[in-house]
Every structure is written in structure tokens, then in C-alpha cells.
């Protein structure tokens, strides 16, 4: 992946430090951050993709040494203890709730989810610009589909531990290159005549999408977050099957062919099954055996299921309005 454009004073000082050595960055950076909404805040949402990302394939150029940097992982955390206060003002509080009635009030909160209808508008109404679109936003976090979920499976134990497991095997594709979900996806990008390279619009796509990557990442890389990632997981899971039924549709009606729907066929009958296992195999078996954390697993999918909220509502408002939802034009399927 290249070095994206930065979005403001923080991430402009980041992406510069990068392409030299591994280096003290200056003391105070994390205070140029504005004082929005750290979850749409462009500067901060790129400066932690970035960090992130250097845990993941890393980027052209940039020192591999950057990864464990003090001073850069110190930046990192004064971004995340904004995000992660935001998340919490967002969705707390959260109903008390027993570790035995996780899986019944993860359905609960899903049931109650009221975020508008990005997918019932893409199986009906979008343009074919449109679903481009709606593609070239996801595509951030779908090449690398399964990966932040994944940093969980060192971190549990037992039923969790082999629940989270036999999820991911799907994921991945049983070991098959061309059954990976990741890849299916990049079928679909090439079916649409989009760029296909890893991170490629990581400079069209706004602050809100990249904080549903942000999320993930920020979950997966902290311990102490753990069920947070499976309650995340949990309700990626629970919410994905009808609407991947929707964007199947809606691809079909603007001329998708099977190879180019598969990614979300794939999706809308594996998930169905996955949903139970997340839910009562994973999360349940998971806050039976550490009780003390079970209100995390409701946090990570409230977290979850609202960020996603964010993420439609910006779409369908600038659809609405006759404008595009990308940060700057480029180049659309032919």
C-alpha cells in the first residue's frame, strides 16, 4: 500500500516521519488534533489507519522498524483513548446484563438496531455509479477481510477459542485461495472494473469509513478489548446475511454476473450459520468463562452496529442530494 495524502497537521507529520528511519516523532503531536467528533475527525482516522496498518502489510517505502516505535505508538494511543471515549459516548449505557443472557440481549441489540436501510437502497434504487461506490468504501476493510478478527484466536481459550476458529476456517476459505472471502471480493472489484489493489482508495474514502476498519483494529490489537472483537464479530455475523441478499440482488439488477455476485451469495448462506455460533458458542461460551467481561461483548457490537449506522447515513444522505460519497472524484466503472 502507498502513503495516502494526509487530512490535517497529525497525519501530515506521521506520513512525513514514515518515509525516513524509524525516529522520536516531536512531543505533543497528538495535540494538533481538532476538537470534532473524533469518529468522522479526517486527521485522526487516518493518522490510526496508518498506525494500524503498520501491524498489518505495512506500506511502500516505510521502514518495517516503524511498527514498535515508541514515540509513534504513543501518538497512536493518544488517538485511540479519543476514539475509543467517543465510541463509549456513542452507545453507553448499555443494559446490565447476566454473562448467561449475552447471546439473548446481542439479539436484542440487533433486533433494536434502527439505522437506515443502506442495503434495501442499493437492492433497489442505486445507480450503477453508486454500488462502484458503496464497493470502493468497503474494499478498505474487505481485502483484508477476517484479519483483525483474527488477532482473538491467541487470546481465548476453550469453546470461544475453537467457536472464533471455525468462523475464520470460512472466512479464509478453507485454505482456498479462491474461496477466501478477501478474494471473492477482489473478484467482484474486477467484475466492476475497479482497482483491485490493496488500499487502493484509501485516499477517496472518508473519516466514517475508515473508522469502521478503525474499530476493528483498535478491538483486535488491545488484549484488554478482546471481547469487544468477539461482540463485534458476533453482530457482523447476525446483521449480514439478509442485507448481502439485498447488495446480491441490487448487483444483479445492474447487470452483475454470478462470478461478480458471488462474493455476496457466499455471504448470505454462511453467515446464517455463522450467526449462532458467534453468538452462543463464541460469545456465550466467552463470558461464561470470564464473566467480568461480558459487558464488553455487548459494547463491541453496540460499537459495531452504530459506526455502521454513521457509515450508511453518510452515504445515503449525499445520494439523496445528487452527490457523490467519496472525498474526491476518481475514476468510476466504465
Not at 493518544?78 to 475509543?84: S, Y
Not at 481465548?156 to 476458529?165: C, D, E, P, V
Not at 455463522?274 to 463491541?300: K, R, T, W, Y
Request: proline share 6%; with cysteine; glycine share 10%.
Amino acid at each position: 500500500m502507498k502513503l495516502p495524502p494526509p487530512r490535517g497537521p497529525v497525519s501530515a507529520a506521521l506520513t512525513a516521519a514514515l518515509q525516513a528511519a524509524p525516529h522520536d516523532l516531536p512531543a505533543g503531536l497528538a495535540d494538533g488534533f481538532g476538537d470534532g467528533d473524533p469518529i468522522t475527525d479526517e486527521d485522526l482516522q487516518l493518522t490510526l489507519f496508518v498506525c494500524y496498518e503498520l501491524h498489518y502489510r505495512g506500506f511502500d517505502g516505510v521502514d518495517d522498524g516503524w511498527e514498535w516505535q515508541p514515540s509513534l505508538l504513543g501518538l497512536r494511543a493518544a488517538a485511540e483513548q479519543r476514539f475509543e471515549s467517543a465510541l463509549r459516548r456513542l452507545v453507553e449505557p448499555l443494559p446490565e446484563t447476566a454473562p448467561a443472557d449475552v447471546p439473548r440481549a446481542l439479539a436484542g441489540l440487533v433486533a433494536a438496531d434502527d439505522g437506515p436501510s443502506l442495503a434495501g437502497y442499493l437492492q433497489r434504487r442505486a445507480t450503477r455509479e453508486q454500488f462502484c461506490e458503496f464497493v470502493m468504501h468497503r474494499s478498505v476493510y474487505h481485502l483484508k477481510e477476517a484479519d483483525p478478527h483474527t488477532w482473538a484466536i491467541p487470546r481465548l481459550g476453550g469453546r470461544a477459542k475453537a467457536a472464533l476458529i471455525e468462523i475464520q476456517i470460512d472466512e479464509y476459505g478453507g485454505g482456498q485461495l479462491d474461496a477466501m472471502h478477501a478474494e471473492l471480493f477482489r473478484t467482484t472489484m474486477s467484475c466492476l472494473h475497479l482497482d483491485t489493489t490493496y488500499g487502493g482508495y484509501l485516499p477517496q474514502v472518508p473519516a466514517v469509513t475508515l473508522a469502521t476498519s478503525n474499530l476493528i483494529s483498535l478491538f483486535g490489537l488491545h488484549r484488554r478489548l478482546r471481547g469487544a472483537l468477539l461482540g463485534h464479530l458476533a453482530a457482523f455475523e447476525m446483521t449480514s446475511s439478509l442485507p448481502n441478499r439485498r447488495y446480491g440482488n441490487g448487483l444483479r439488477r445492474l447487470g452483475g454476473s454470478p462470478v461478480a455476485t458471488r462474493f455476496y451469495d457466499e455471504h448470505v448462506e454462511a453467515d446464517a450459520v455463522h450467526e449462532q455460533i458467534a453468538a452462543h458458542d463464541m460469545c456465550g461460551s466467552f463470558a461464561a468463562a470470564e464473566p467480568e467481561n461480558a459487558s464488553e461483548v455487548l459494547f463491541g457490537a453496540a460499537c459495531g452496529l452504530a459506526v455502521d449506522r454513521l457509515f450508511a447515513t453518510h452515504l445515503l444522505n449525499r445520494w439523496e442530494a445528487g452527490e457523490g460519497s467519496l472525498r474526491e472524484p476518481t475514476l468510476q466503472a466504465a
